[in-house]
């Protein structure tokens, strides 16, 4: 069982900045598929961006590309989420999710591939 954990949400304005991070258990996160979707009100749970074991392979929904970046650091079992120039749009609750499978053999950008999620932080966005 793998715990997750994410923090670093929060109120921003219009066009600000914000963090995400997401700390997991156990000494197999290197070996994992990391993932970012999002839950908008009113709206189906949404994709925004995946990662592979050693960084090597990324994927950033089209609406969030250039604006959001996933990177990890796996000597710190921690997936982060950098959230630059917010919309009111990307107001949801972040949730971070793994995925034990390759990035080969997985759909990494498919929320279903994704075994572990955690709790979601919110992320509010003012206009």
């Known amino acids: 069982q793998v715990q997750l954990v994410e923090s670093g949400g929060g109120l921003v304005q219009a066009g600000g900045s914000l963090r995400l991070s997401c700390a997991a258990s156990?000494?197999?996160?290197?070996?994992?598929?990391m993932g970012w979707s999002r839950q908008a009100p009113g709206h189906e749970r949404e994709f925004v961006a995946a990662l592979s074991p050693n960084s090597g392979n990324q994927y950033h929904a089209d609406s969030m590309k250039g604006r959001f970046t996933i990177s990890r650091d796996n000597a710190k079992n921690t997936v982060y989420l950098q959230m630059n120039s917010l919309k009111p749009e990307d107001t949801a609750v972040y949730y971070c999710a793994a995925n034990p499978q390759s990035w080969y053999s997985s759909t990494y950008n498919h929320i279903p591939a994704y075994t572990y999620w955690g709790q979601g932080t919110q992320v509010t966005v003012s206009s």
């Open positions: 156990g000494r197999t996160f290197s070996r994992y598929v």
